[in-house]
């Protein structure tokens, strides 16, 4: 009872931020007609993503690097439909504390498609993660419909085949988010998409040092990897 209650307020929060975003911003971001690519954001109800976490956090005050390693869940229990008549895919997200342990509930979000757009709505956060159709070198600021810094996603490659991890998949895209690197910051974003499956990998960088040549330094910041291990259609 208490899980279906808070499922409720996730689900009014979020259709709220959506209906007040949507009135409030005009869409820059102007496709073409007919075109496709929705492959690479699957939204069917029952769509099951298991990605392993490899995860690495470092405390430059505490002079630690920790590592850790675990799955997360993504799975699409529910569909919604705003006033305007756009569908959103709610999405259940849990995970372990290994990569043997039971799947325990974290958080829902919301991912869908409007106006040539994938985004995902995830702690009252929207983000644009793919724009249609996903071709070479476009590009897109993918904080367009939120409060925060403008941030620009670039595709800058797709490949026909693809092997991540062990498995090949076929025609995926690579989205840069983020690519900077000097001697004392380093900050890297990339998603892989693959058509019909969705994301398939993710890294996520982020550290800085104060020293510039000291290579025994601590960073302090993260360095996390998600890497697709199942996919249920």
């Known amino acids: 009872m208490i899980k279906r209650i808070a499922y409720i307020s996730i689900m009014v929060s979020m259709i709220t931020v959506l209906m007040v975003e949507m009135g409030c911003r005009k869409n820059a971001i102007e496709p073409r007609p007919n075109d496709f690519g929705y492959g690479y954001f ?3 109800i029952g769509n099951t993503w298991i990605y392993q976490v490899d995860s690495i956090d470092y405390d430059a005050f505490a002079k630690t690097i920790d590592t850790f390693r675990f799955l997360v869940k993504q799975e699409i229990v529910d569909t919604i439909i705003d006033n305007q008549g756009v569908r959103s895919s ?3 997200v849990s995970r372990t504390d290994s990569l043997n342990g039971a799947f325990v509930f974290d958080r ?3 991912k869908r498609i409007t106006a040539f757009r994938a985004e995902v709505l995830d702690s009252n956060v929207r983000v644009i993660n793919l724009v249609f159709p996903p071709s070479l070198y476009k590009y897109w600021d993918a904080n367009a419909y939120n409060t925060k810094n403008k941030e620009e996603y670039e595709i800058l490659e797709e490949m026909s085949t ?3 991890d062990t498995t090949m998949y076929v025609n995926t895209l690579h989205v840069v988010q983020r690519d900077e690197a000097f001697k004392t910051l380093r900050n890297y974003g990339i998603e892989k ?3 019909d ?5 993710a890294r996520q960088i982020f550290w800085t040092k104060k020293a510039i040549g000291d290579t025994t330094e601590i960073p302090e910041g993260y360095d996390y990897t998600y890497t697709l291990k199942s996919f249920e259609k």
């Open 162 to 164: 693809e092997i991540i």
């Open 42 to 44: 699957p939204l069917n």
């Open 108 to 110: 829902n979000m919301v």
């Open 197 to 201: 499956n969705g994301l398939i990998y």
């Open 90 to 92: 709610i999405v259940e």
């Open 193 to 195: 998409y693959a058509e």
